[in-house]
T-cell receptor
Framework: EPEVTQTPSHQVTQMGQEVILRCVPI?????FYWYRQILGQKVEFLVS????????KSEIFDDQFSVERPDGSNFTLKIRSTKLEDSAMYFC??????????????FGPGTRLTVT | GEDVEQSLFLSVREGDSSVINCTYT??????LYWYKQEPGAGLQLLTY???NMDMKQDQRLTVLLNKKDKHLSLRIADTQTGDSAIYFC????????????WGAGTKLIIKP
């Protein structure tokens, strides 16, 4: 069964450093998302991406964040200068474009980001 | 803004039915979802319901939607130890392209 994959599973970085979180969405999906979950808090939407541009973003997704689809398979989230409060589990998701597949967001296993 | 609320824990005996409840505030919700998260794993889509439906059944899972009360429930029949997980309710509003708003998750604990 196709699945969303994410690398790395755990990333430790120092405050102020740049990190790139990587995701490989399901191959025929065209909508991509990033969510995060700070420990003990709710899952929060960050951004959705379609046709090589951001289609929706939350207030959390400020200038420190960017997303990119550098090739035909990867979808990345970059945090330019990490802060302690960026420590969280980051989930990538993807969905299709037609019929019921457009309503179904499939998630990867997450990348745990720890900022020290 | 929109909000989704769930109780944090539910404890049931193996073989009984589990009913996990969720309330939401967005009256324009179009789709409501249930996701399952097992320890160390990602968010697995279990089922979802469109807002013009009031019930959806899928094997052991039954979703009930009371749109008037903005109440969603997930019933798991014949609960097994493998059902131990955190269950998240999420909704997608009419005014959002694809953003999901999440509850805090209900941890289902199975007693032998």
């Amino acid at each position: 069964e196709p699945e969303v994959t994410q690398t790395p599973s755990h990333q430790v970085t120092q405050m102020g450093q740049e990190v790139i979180l990587r995701c490989v969405p399901i191959s025929n999906h065209l909508y991509f998302y990033w969510y995060r979950q700070i420990l003990g808090q709710k899952v929060e939407f960050l951004v959705s991406f379609y046709n090589n541009e951001i289609s929706e973003k939350s207030e959390i997704f400020d200038d420190q964040f960017s997303v990119e689809r550098p090739d035909g398979s990867n979808f990345t989230l970059k945090i330019r200068s990490t802060k302690l409060e960026d420590s969280a589990m980051y989930f990538c998701a993807s969905s299709g474009t037609t019929g019921s597949s457009s309503y179904e967001q499939y998630f990867g296993p997450g990348t745990r980001l720890t900022v020290t | 803004g929109e909000d989704v609320e769930q109780s944090l824990f539910l404890s049931v005996r193996e073989g009984d039915s589990s009913v996990i409840n969720c309330t939401y505030t967005d009256s324009s919700s179009t789709y409501l979802y249930w996701y399952k998260q097992e320890p160390g794993a990602g968010l697995q889509l279990l089922t979802y319901i469109f807002s013009n439906m009031d019930m959806k059944q899928d094997q052991r899972l039954t979703v009930l939607l009371n749109k008037k009360d903005k109440h969603l429930s997930l019933r798991i029949a014949d609960t097994q130890t493998g059902d131990s997980a955190i269950y998240f309710c999420a909704e997608r509003g009419l005014n959002s392209n694809y953003q999901l708003i999440w509850g805090a998750g209900t941890k289902l604990i199975i007693k032998p």
